[in-house]
């Protein structure tokens, strides 16, 4: 008897994280498929100037990045009490940190570095 009912509380705590149906799933499919078109499309006709097209491209793919994660990976503020939600911004974050400290690192470097000669000493 104990087994039916811990069966059925482990069938129940499956409704607690909704899915998308099929049409939900198919939006973020279509969404997805556009998301990566366009780029491309600005890419190799080249429509726009170079800085332009760069903009485009990164707002797209950070638009990418939340379908992904709401229509595929279910993330929102309703599943697991919000903890989901607050790890992946957590991550974000980290990842941003991780990524501006290094583009800054890297401008310091080469903007400090001595000039260098072809015999390898400093003018």
């Given at each position: 008897m104990t087994d039916v009912t811990h069966g059925?509380?482990?069938?129940?705590?499956?409704?607690?994280?909704?899915?998308?149906?099929?049409?939900?799933?198919?939006?973020g499919f279509l969404l997805s498929v556009v998301l990566t078109v366009v780029p491309f499309w600005l890419v190799m006709?080249?429509?726009?100037?170079?800085?332009?097209?760069?903009?485009?491209?990164?707002?797209?793919?950070?638009?990418?990045i939340f379908v992904h994660t709401v229509c595929f990976l279910h993330v929102n503020a309703r599943s697991e009490g919000g903890w989901t939600l607050m790890a992946y911004m957590f991550t974000a974050v980290m990842i941003l940190i991780v990524i501006a400290g290094s583009l800054w690192i890297m401008y310091h470097l080469n903007t400090n570095m001595m000039p260098m000669t072809e015999a390898g000493n400093p003018p």
């Open positions: 059925q509380a482990a069938h129940d705590e499956g409704h607690l994280h909704p899915h998308l149906s099929r049409r939900g799933y198919l939006i006709t080249g429509r726009l100037d170079a800085q332009a097209t760069t903009v485009i491209i990164i707002a797209l793919a950070v638009v990418q």
